[in-house]
């Protein structure tokens, strides 16, 4: 669509010139503002194609993988379950029994992993390798084990279950010592540790649930500000405690 190209490049530049602060939604309002929508009122398929040309801008050498599309799983926050950390016991030990050269560390990353807060029933999964370049010394391993690769970039790769399988679980593959490697582990000790951090961030996950559930990047972008204001204060609680990966 013509619409669509003339925001894009809009959005490109204002993205070059201020950074992660312009996010997918931006892209969204662009589109809709001339039409008199908000964002969220874009068709799902329209934001789909404009999400897709998006992502190599925000994940720089961001490539989706052919046939591992799945249908719609809509974003849905239900309350802690004390079972989530026995779930990723479960798949650590899958994947330190399939994995040869065993892992460096894995570890479990997102909201199941902090106590008490209400998360998509997903459990996220960070594993750290050598060298995650190294695709065929992990990838097919953590294939067996029924979940599928469905992206890469240039910090790491992204695994969730294929198409027909329940999608309870993500494995995120990064090199041991990157910044996308401590990034995570830090907020979810920031998290465990802060009550107010886990008040704020749980408020902004429900409002960003309650307006895109049917657009997961559109969620995580939603979030982005509150994140990115925890995050700075993750980092001088580190400094201050001596925190380490």
Do not use: C
Not at 80 to 93: I, L, M, V
Not at 103 to 113: E, K, V
């Amino acid at each position: 669509m013509g619409s669509h190209e003339s925001a894009f490049a809009e959005w490109r530049k204002l993205r070059e010139a201020r950074g992660p602060e312009i996010s997918i939604i931006d892209l969204y309002e662009l589109v809709s503002r001339p039409r008199g929508l908000e964002p969220h009122e874009l068709p799902a398929g329209e934001r789909d194609q404009l999400a897709r040309r998006a992502l190599p801008v925000l994940f720089p050498g961001h490539e989706t993988l052919p046939d591992t599309n799945r249908p719609l799983d809509p974003v849905e926050l239900v309350p802690y379950d004390a079972d989530w950390p026995s779930r990723f016991r479960r798949w650590q030990g899958r994947l330190q029994e399939a994995l040869d050269p065993a892992p460096l560390r894995i570890d479990h990353i997102g909201s199941t992993a902090v106590p008490g807060m209400a998360a998509k029933p997903i459990i996220d999964i960070q594993v750290s390798v050598r060298d995650f370049r190294d695709e065929p010394s992990y990838a097919p391993a953590i294939e067996s084990l029924g979940v599928q690769l469905r992206s890469r970039d240039h910090e790491h790769l992204f695994f969730r279950p294929f198409a027909g399988r329940p999608r309870d679980v993500q494995i995120h593959v990064t090199t041991v010592g990157s910044t996308w490697e401590r990034r995570p582990l830090l907020f979810v000790s920031y998290l465990r540790a802060n009550p107010e951090a886990r008040e704020r961030y749980a408020a902004a996950k429900q409002m960003a649930a309650s307006r895109w559930s049917d657009d997961r990047l559109a969620y995580m972008d939603a979030k982005r500000a509150v994140i990115d204001g925890i995050m700075s204060a993750a980092e001088a609680w580190a400094e201050r405690t001596g925190w380490n990966v």
